[in-house]
């Protein structure tokens, strides 16, 4: 078999994004646990990204079971719980949310510099409010950033369990 350029480039990518995607929306309807919640994706500096990752979480249910979904662009309701992306230099609305049970955020290491640390900053108050489940996920940036600064914590005071992933 020749392998083309793009089908090596694909053999790379580890589709976390992907399978953290199907992991909320299964999270969503296993059961009830999730009604009335919501579940938060932030992205980087722009919405379009945040449409990309709310389509792709739709596309696991329209085509295949036929539903249709009549919500914003940005938000996916399921189940009685709602999943909403932001991007990460608007999120006043972020952060004025009730009980987030799940927050993703997505190519987290390549937010700005201030962003990285609000976004870090707002979902780790969740914690004392709604004990959310926080997900990091990124290819690493540069040394400074939000994933070396968590790499550097001490294991016994780091809020997150770390893993790194090589797809090689």
Request: charged share 30%; aromatic share 10%; with cysteine.
């Amino acid at each position: 078999m020749e392998l083309s350029k793009t089908n090596i480039s694909g053999l790379r990518r580890l589709q976390v994004a992907e399978f953290i995607l199907r992991m909320m929306a299964w999270l969503c309807t296993r059961d009830e646990t999730f009604d009335g919640s919501q579940m938060c994706i932030v992205t980087g500096p722009n919405i379009e990204m945040a449409i990309k990752l709310i389509r792709r979480a739709k596309d696991i249910f329209e085509p295949k079971l036929g539903l249709t979904f009549s919500n914003k662009e940005t938000v996916l309701e399921l189940n009685g719980c709602t999943i909403e992306a932001y991007p990460s230099n608007h999120i006043d609305s972020y952060r004025a949310l009730d009980s987030p049970k799940f927050i993703l955020l997505d190519e987290a290491d390549f937010f700005r510099k201030g962003e990285q640390e609000e976004v870090r900053h707002v979902s780790e108050r969740y914690i004392g409010k709604s004990d959310p489940y926080i997900v990091m996920v990124s290819t690493p940036n540069n040394p400074g950033g939000l994933f070396y600064n968590i790499e550097k914590e001490p294991e016994d005071s780091c809020l997150y369990k770390r893993l790194k992933i090589d797809y090689n």
